[in-house]
């Protein structure tokens, strides 16, 4: 330590107070969460800067003094925050506290979060509420898991403005290299997770290096101080210039009006607009903005809590987000997300959860996960494909599919109605944001609208039907080039499976399209079409307990993937009939290479359009080599297997 | 929007959430200043109206002119008003500080039994209090919805997640939620909109002509007077600006040990 005076001399604290304590009025306030590994000093670091910007309360200091000193204890700064007796005696923060403090600038809520992976729901609870975040590594320990897992999750959480403060430089003789290190190390993993922070500063919380003012035991460092850096965060602006969401709250019948409560969530609303809302189709008009003694205004934006009238009466109720309607929301049934699991059981498949989005509440399950996170290492948990869950404390990318409709946005465009949480019995257990996605707009697709059946089931359920069958309901789908054999295995791998007293049965490229799909045409867009419905279909038969086979040239990968996630997992067995296209030129049963050559018929798959091979299917068969009689023994040997895993008795 | 606003329109938005969701709900209103502008925000929230019951937990030993400035708001504004009581613990006088109680004993029973009392004799689900994060510190660690079994424990050690404005709103039948919309305002937050909104307020928090004023009211025996020659919203704004006394240090029964508060608030208190 050096000679000069350091700040929590009595005579810094009052030139301190001098600077802090003069009277204005606060312009604003922002919230800031202190995060980072437990023991890492956040606590102290809190209590530090509240002295040395001259912010505690009279007699707080020398109360704590004497509440350490009466039980034996060495005074910590931390006291101040960690105001739980128990706290107190296990020397760590367990809940998120907020206190309050002011510089010249603005009025600052300091929010600080526990560090110790127990209590993550703690920190999130913390962390979610705050604009700004300042992330505490200690310079001995240098960047720990839960470092790591704060700066993933407070991406996750929404918040951009993150400085990091390496504490403890003390223990580190205030060692440039060491500061330097962690700074290299940390700032690698923040942008692999997509973070950009601010700055990083050294600092002794205890001592109160770099926190107030300058530090003279590192004049290496030239940057700001922890209070300059508070100064430039930016007050989150309200989103008033994007598409108008107003999520209906609730419905009052006050002095016989009917009024529909709710909170702008973006955008403005005015007086004479035309609202939809979603998710449906209804649409009124604005007749009036209520609020109690406020200047009336004829318009309201984000932030504001407000009541509406209308013009015509609809039936409208809470859950409902009225929009402009050719801006409004996305109104589907499934989305995908990037979600975080807080609770103490695991997010399962094939169990139903309550979601809650701003106002909408509504029974979903998981579709499919494509991959869950360990939020400290970035690495893929695997897990066996039969065993798909979300453990606690980690982070998933997912499908959430919902039982009815839900106005949603993509939470890079609009924040508010772009996350969700989930509720697992009584408790919020989960948080998740909207990722990117093709979703369809309104009317052009009715794929994912008409998907609502899918939870219509009746009391016969799928175990009772495999029971009864001797087997679960499968899609076999065979892909490959025209001629490649697809026909002959389906109709051959049928004929045995009747045989062997199973429901089969086959949909063929031909007599579909001479029927269901005679409308369509070969553009890759009626292609896609096709499939759709050729998927759809062969979906009832899978619900209805039968091995439904398809032989489809089903050249683009998207589509059949989209197939795949329609059904249950395991269910879909895709079969990649493999000949080489000079093979099937070859052979050119139906004679139709040799038109495509011509140019007589056009988009023909091989030969004037793509086709994308399978990279990921179940079976491979090499039907340039083999028989058609081995290609169906392949297939019978894989469903057995199959059949056994799913452990399905009779 | 300025800060007032957002902390002003955070509150009806919450206030409008328990209304939704709670089927029987009801409002603690200590004639204070805090729970006042809860009982204005309510107003704000539901465009005039105070859509639930008042309940007042009256220990009997509050300052006189408490309960008939109570009566009056009561009348002018409409109010539903409930009263509970501890008659059982005032008749056996077991009471701070002529009976044998502690402070911290006779808050338990006067104020959190009297409550219990209410809140089960007329079934609440949901209960609206005025508490806020910097009173003190076991407040700053509490949720918007924070449950309460049925014994009106406060497991503080695990809370519900609170995040992106959901809030805990199933629970198990017995237990019931405190719902706290003003948890992120401060005093200061608290006089500044008194002032914004020219709101009535009980006197008794302006300087009388002995230079005094109560800063923070609850039972006479167990509440201090301030010096202080603020007589006006604006004068009280411009000292709480200048001071570094915590609101509570008139408070007496806080003080009877380090966690004497905790212990309180576990047990269920405001």
Known sequence: MNGTARSGDPAHRDSVNKIFMQTYAPSEQLKIVIVGHVDHGKSTFVGRLFNDTGSLPEGKLEQLQKIAERRGVPFEWANLMDALQSERDQNITIDTAQIWFQTKKRQYVIIDAPGHKEFLKNMVTGAANAEAALLLIDANEGVQEQSRRHGYLLNLLGIRQIAVLVNKMDLQDYSQERFDSIEAEYRKFLVSVGVVPKCFIPIAAKMGDNIASHSAAMPWYKGPTVLDTLDDFKVAALPTDQPLRFPIQDVYRFDERRILAGRIESGTLRVGDRLTFFPGTKSSTVKTIERWNAPSRDEASAGESIGITLTEQIFVERGAVAALENSGPFDLVRFKARLFWLGRQPFRKGRSYKLKLATQEVECEIESIHRVIDSSTLETVSRKENEMFIGRNEVAELVIRTKRPVAFDVHADIVSTGRFVIVDGLEVSGGGIIAEDNYPKRNTDPTTRSENIFWSHGKVTAPHRARRNGHPGYIVWLTGLSGSGKSSIAMELERELFNMGKNAYVLDGDNIRHGLNSDLAFSPKDRRENIRRVGEVAKLFVDAGVICITAFISPYREDRDMVRSMIREGAFIEVFVNAPLEVCEQRDVKGLYAKARANQIKEFTGISAPYEPPTNAEIDLKTGEQTVTESVTRILEFLHLRAEEDEISI | ?270
């Open chain 2, 1 to 270: 929007m300025d800060y007032l606003s957002k902390l002003e329109q955070q509150s009806i938005y919450i206030m409008r959430e328990a209304f939704n969701k709670f089927e029987n709900l009801a409002m603690l209103w200590s004639i204070g200043k805090d729970s006042t502008v809860l009982l204005w925000l309510a107003r704000k929230a539901f465009l005039g109206h105070v859509p639930f019951p008042l309940v007042h937990v009256d220990t009997t030993y509050k300052i006189p002119s408490m309960i008939e400035y109570r009566d009056r708001i009561a009348r002018e504004w409409k109010l539903d008003l409930v009263v509970g009581k501890n008659t059982e613990v005032l008749e056996s006088g077991k009471t701070f500080p002529n009976g044998k109680a502690t402070r911290v004993e006779c808050c338990g029973t006067l104020k959190k039994d009297a409550l219990k009392k209410v809140l089960e004799d007329h079934g609440y689900n949901g209960v609206i209090v005025g508490v806020r994060r910097d009173e003190e510190p076991t407040r700053a660690k509490e949720r918007y919805f924070s449950p309460r079994d049925k014994n009106m424990e406060w497991n503080v050690e695990d809370q519900p997640p609170e995040l992106w404005d959901q809030f805990k709103t199933d629970f198990e039948k017995g237990s019931h939620i405190r719902i706290h919309p003003l948890l992120h305002w401060t005093e200061l937050n608290i006089w500044e909109y008194i002032e914004r909104e020219n709101m009535p307020i009980i006197p008794l928090y302006f300087s009388n002509a002995n230079g005094e004023r109560y800063r923070s009211l609850g039972c006479a025996p167990c509440t201090g007077i301030i010096k202080s020659k603020a007589s006006t919203v604006r004068e009280i704004i411009e000292e709480l600006r200048n001071t570094k006394t915590p609101e509570r240090a008139g408070r007496a029964q806080d003080k009877e040990s380090e966690d004497a508060f905790e212990k309180l608030r576990r047990d269920g208190y405001m």
